[in-house]
C-alpha cells in the first residue's frame, strides 16, 4: 500500500499536482486520499470516506476525499493494477516444467525471486526497468544460484520462449540481473545462494567477497536454499 501510495499522489493531474507542491492542505488531502485508494486496493477491508475525512478533524469531507480521489483515477486513466515484478516471476515459473524441478525447489526459487525484486522496488535507477524484465532477472539468477545445470538445456527453452514472446532485451536482463545480485550481496547471505555460505561472487571474477549482514536475510529462504 505505501508504494502504491507514493504512486497514486504522482497521479495528481499537473495543474492540480502543482499546486498540490505549494498548497500544504491540498498535498495533505493528496496524501490521504491515495492512502484511502490504495488501503481499498490492496487491502481485504475497505476504509469508508468518513473515516478518513475523521482522521482529517474536520479540515476535509467526504465529498472532498470521493472528487479528489476521481480525479487521481482519471489522471492515471484508471490504471491503478499494473502487473507487478512478482506477478511476471509467477506467471515465467509456472512455464517450467512440472518434471524439471520439485515443488520445494519450485517454492525456493519463487522466494529467492520475490526478494530480489523486493530489493529492485528500493532502487531508484531500476524505476524505469519493466517489471517482466526484473522477473526475468530474479528468476534467471535464482536458478543459477541453485546450481540446477543438469536441467540446463529445459531451462534454456523456457527463457528463450520468454524472449521471444515478451520482446525482453537480453543485454538489459542481464544488466539487471548483475544489479539484482549486487543488492542481494549487499543487503544479505543467503545459505546456499552462493559458492558458499557468507561469500558471494562477482561473475566478472573469480573473487569472492563477504557479505556482512547476514542477519537480514529471510529465514525461511536460508533454511530451504541450505537444503536444496
Known amino acids: ?20 507542491i505549494r498548497d500544504r492542505k491540498i498535498y495533505q488531502l493528496t496524501a490521504m486520499t491515495a492512502l484511502y485508494t490504495a488501503v481499498k486496493i490492496n487491502e481485504p477491508e475497505v476504509m469508508e470516506p468518513s473515516l478518513v475525512a475523521g482522521l482529517s478533524r474536520g479540515t476535509y469531507s467526504e465529498t472532498d476525499i470521493t472528487n479528489m480521489e476521481l480525479e487521481m483515477l482519471g489522471a492515471l486513466d484508471w490504471r491503478i493494477q ?34 530480489q525484486t523486493e530489493l529492485a ?7 524505469t526497468v519493466a517489471p517482466s524484465t526484473i522477473a526475468f532477472a530474479a528468476i534467471h539468477n535464482s536458478l ?10 529445459s531451462f534454456n527453452n523456457v527463457f528463450e520462449l520468454l524472449v ?14 548483475q544489479q539484482l545480485m549486487n543488492l542481494v550481496s549487499q ?18 571474477s573469480s573473487k569472492t567477497t563477504h557479505c556482512t549482514s547476514a542477519e537480514r536475510s529471510p529465514r525461511s529462504i536460508t533454511n530451504k536454499v541450505g537444503s536444496v
Open 144 to 153: 543459477r544460484g541453485l546450481r540446477m545445470t543438469s536441467r540446463a538445456s
Open 187 to 204: 543487503n544479505c547471505c543467503i545459505d546456499g545462494f552462493f559458492p558458499s555460505c557468507g561469500d558471494t561472487i562477482d561473475r566478472n
Open 1 to 20: 500500500p505505501a508504494l502504491r501510495c507514493h504512486t497514486l499522489i504522482g497521479s495528481c493531474a499537473p495543474r492540480r499536482g502543482k499546486k498540490a
Open 82 to 115: 499494473p502487473p507487478t515484478s512478482m506477478s511476471f516471476c509467477r506467471l515465467y515459473l509456472a512455464l517450467f516444467p512440472k518434471c524439471s524441478m520439485s515443488n520445494e525447489d519450485r517454492q525456493t526459487v519463487l522466494q529467492l525471486a520475490r526478494f
Open 121 to 127: 522496488v528500493c532502487q531508484y535507477d531500476m524505476v
Open 164 to 177: 521471444e514472446s515478451s520482446a525482453i532485451d537480453v543485454n538489459e536482463a542481464g544488466k539487471v540481473g
